[in-house]
């Protein structure tokens, strides 16, 4: 069976879902208010479900990960994310709304974690750092195209037809990285004769384990809970703010599906270019220099939201928009790659699914009070404290940094860490690794 590159098979893998899911993200809360009806609070409820569910499975599937495949893991995880969006535009109620989020959250987990830690076990920990950005510029180029293949799809057909077309293409690229994915690094780590169930309990033992003794990592979860916090009621009432608050220009006489086009899409370009930029900049070794970047980015995402929120202008509030998209862009690479250090391969997976199960816990604690906000106050209120929810990473930040400059690292590092300190050099984040020849 002809198998990729992993680089090669990675990069594709990030092109076609971000292709496939910005084709359905870039109009899915209109689609939601429009042609639906929904309002703030339903909104945020389809955020709970939609996370509740991740926030359930999202350990059992990394176990699986963990102790069966990544690649069956990955695989699974796309063609039932395809089927959930196939349900969604189908639906015609908020039931059957909420029935295919769950689905969505539910076949979401097989995919957290799995995906980066196949990558890191097929290249190895130190080649997939700059892999991470890489991947996530080409995330970005096949989700700009997303966007116009969405918005063209809408403009002659209908909002419900993009969704559709995603779920396809979901299903579609489950079977590609069937037939594409290697598996030669990873070897499930159960004895002979030993039961499945007693080695899926074993790395969930071992994963607590890690977390429990990793004092940085402790702190990494935390920010993560606030993360998700902050981002559930952006995520979900950004569009209703510009249509009922603000309101769209009529600037050209552009349609509706064009005007969220060219919001999704100048904040992907923004994305590309401080990803670019990123990539030459900033180092991603050691706690300390990834916890001080994340930081700044915070800070300036809380201004950024709450610029958002206030600001009469449609133009001020698009230049806002953009802020927040670019500044998200940068952050979920640097965030994977802080997570990532250090890491044993057993639990590789695990980990990374309890680092998105922590952002889940926060959107699904934060979503309904903040929908209730919005439906009981007003919605730029529930923006204003939907960003302040993120001022309290601020001070895990700062004791991640103490931790890290303090001993709490390996000693390779430590080593590292002091290294760069002593000779006041700002490393810059390699370019993708040469890619051995196809097997």
């Not at 969405?150 to 969704?163: D, E, H, K, Q």
């Not at 579609?172 to 899926?200: C, H, N, Q």
Request: aromatic share 8%.
């Amino acid at each position: 069976m002809l198998r990729l590159r992993p680089e090669t098979t990675y990069l594709a893998y990030s092109v076609g879902e971000g292709f496939f899911f910005h084709m359905m993200s870039v109009l899915f809360s209109v689609f939601l208010i429009v042609d639906l009806g929904f309002g703030p609070l339903q909104l945020l409820l389809m955020g709970t479900v939609l996370e509740g569910a991740y926030l359930i499975f999202e350990v059992p599937t990394g176990v699986v990960a963990d102790t069966v495949s990544r690649r069956l893991s990955v695989v699974v995880g796309l063609g039932g994310t395809g089927v959930a969006f196939l349900l969604l535009g189908v639906s015609g109620s908020f039931a059957v709304a909420l029935v295919s989020q769950a689905v969505w959250g539910f076949f979401a987990t097989f995919q957290s974690g799995a995906d980066v830690a196949w990558l890191t076990d097929e290249i190895g920990e130190e080649a997939a750092q700059p892999m991470y950005l890489l991947s996530e510029q080409w995330w970005q180029a096949g989700s700009l195209a997303g966007i116009v293949a969405g918005v063209a799809i809408a403009s002659f057909g209908s909002l419900r037809a993009p969704i559709l077309v995603c779920g396809a293409g979901f299903v579609g690229l489950g079977v590609f990285m069937a037939f594409a994915m290697r598996e030669e690094g990873f070897r499930p780590e159960r004895t002979e004769g030993e039961r499945l169930y007693s080695s899926l309990m074993s790395t969930v033992r071992g994963s607590v384990g890690v977390i429990r003794s990793h004092h940085v990592l402790l702190l990494i979860l935390g920010t993560a809970v606030l993360h998700g916090m902050s981002t559930e009621g952006f995520d979900r009432l950004a569009d209703l703010h510009l249509l009922d608050d603000i309101g769209l220009p009529t600037l050209g006489g552009l349609a509706l599906p064009v005007w969220f086009g060219i919001l999704d899409g100048g904040a992907l370009l923004l994305g590309i270019a401080a990803l670019a930029l990123v990539k030459r900049r900033v180092h991603l070794r050691g706690h300390a220099s990834v916890a001080r970047a994340l930081a700044v980015v915070d800070v300036v995402l809380v201004v950024a939201v709450a610029a958002f929120a206030l600001v009469a202008s449609f133009w001020w509030a698009l230049v806002a928009f953009w802020i927040v998209g670019t500044l998200r862009s940068v952050r979920e690479p640097v965030f994977t790659a802080w997570i990532n250090q250090g890491l044993d391969p057993k639990t590789r997976a695990t980990i990374n699914s309890v680092g998105g199960q922590s952002d889940s816990i926060g959107q699904t604690v934060g979503g309904p009070g903040i929908g209730l906000v919005a439906r009981s106050v007003s919605v730029p209120t529930a923006l204003v404290v939907s960003g302040l929810l993120r001022l309290p990473a601020l001070l895990l930040y700062a004791r991640a940094i103490r931790r890290g400059t303090a001993g709490t690292l390996s000693p390779d590092e430590i080593e590292k860490e002091l290294h760069l300190e002593e000779q006041h050099v700002v490393a810059e984040v390699p370019e993708g690794p040469d890619v051995p020849p196809a097997r």
